[in-house]
């Protein structure tokens, strides 16, 4: 007998490679086509040799540390069911936080203009316009190919969205001017041992030079002429680079600069307010 040819068997082979139960459920789920309940009744149903082979394919790339959300094609964010593929990266609960933020500020505004810089899956984005559906929202990304991916989510939740394809900032219409920008941008240093973990997700949207603030600090730089009178810029960060964020928000004239910590309590997203003081 084959130690894939039933589910009870199919699950016990994930256990043995150290694949999670529930993950294995789902890959499990996701093959067949079927609910997980259906597996938890169904322990001794037979699995065809085509999803045999198709299984044991899903359960050594999790083993591998291939993120679930690659494999069955989805994840949840901020209550909305997102398509991800592996030309984004995988939505966290941390980056809540920043939406969760975002959206105080916008319970303030009639109607709201929003820039989402370099915005994956759209997950920052269509969470914001889910919530304040008054919000004017705009999303930048500089891969196509992620761009697509959060084009795709946007419409299959007839979400609207306005999508721009460029670096940050550059890709908008210089007279666009708005009232929160919110970034999650690369904001881990080269080498860093933390990599090792996000070897399956795409480099360039995790890793930044200058010890991870290049990025931010581009974003910092540009925000001034793109941010209306009392316009809020947040900017996810790593837990060690609040400190150098913050300074580098005051240097360059925002003012109300904190930072709210993440499900963990680490401080994970640091923001301030532009020109508040001339209005």
């Known amino acids: 007998m084959s130690e894939l040819e039933t589910v009870g068997r ?11 139960r529930l993950d294995a459920q789902l890959l499990l789920a996701q093959q067949l086509g079927c609910a997980r309940a259906w597996l938890l009744a169904h322990d001794d149903a037979v699995l065809a040799s085509t999803d045999q082979e198709a299984v044991g ?3 050594t790339r999790r083993a591998g540390g291939e993120p679930l959300a690659y494999l069955i094609g989805v994840r949840e964010f901020h209550g909305l069911l997102l398509h991800i593929t592996p030309d984004v990266l995988v939505p966290r609960p941390d ?8 959206l105080e500020l916008l319970a303030d505004l009639d109607t709201p203009h929003v820039i989402d810089l370099g ?6 984005a269509l969470a914001l316009k889910q919530a304040c559906p008054r919000a004017r929202i705009h999303a930048s990304d500089a891969s196509p190919q992620a761009l697509a991916v959060a084009r795709g989510n946007g419409q299959r939740l007839v979400l609207p969205i306005t999508w721009h394809l460029g670096d940050w900032w550059r890709p908008l219409d210089p007279a666009l001017r708005f009232d929160i920008a919110v970034a999650n941008p690369p904001y881990i240093a080269p080498g860093d041992p933390h990599l090792a973990a996000l070897q399956h997700e795409p480099q360039a949207a995790l890793v930044a030079q200058d010890d991870g603030l290049a990025d931010i600090e581009r974003i910092i730089a540009g925000a001034p002429g793109r941010l209306n009178p009392s316009g809020w810029l947040l900017l996810e960060h ?3 680079q609040a400190d150098a964020i913050s300074k580098c928000l005051l240097q360059i004239g925002f003012s109300a600069v904190a930072t709210r910590c993440d499900l963990a309590g680490q401080p994970r997203v640091s923001g301030g307010q532009w020109g508040a003081a001339m209005v």
Not at 95 to 102: G, R, S
Not at 119 to 124: L, P, V
């Open 95 to 102: 980056t809540e936080t920043l939406v969760d933020w975002a």
């Open 10 to 20: 199919a699950l016990a082979h994930a256990r043995r490679i150290g694949v999670d």
């Open 119 to 124: 915005t994956g899956s759209g997950a920052i």
């Open 238 to 240: 790593g837990f060690d």
């Open 57 to 59: 394919a899903l359960l």
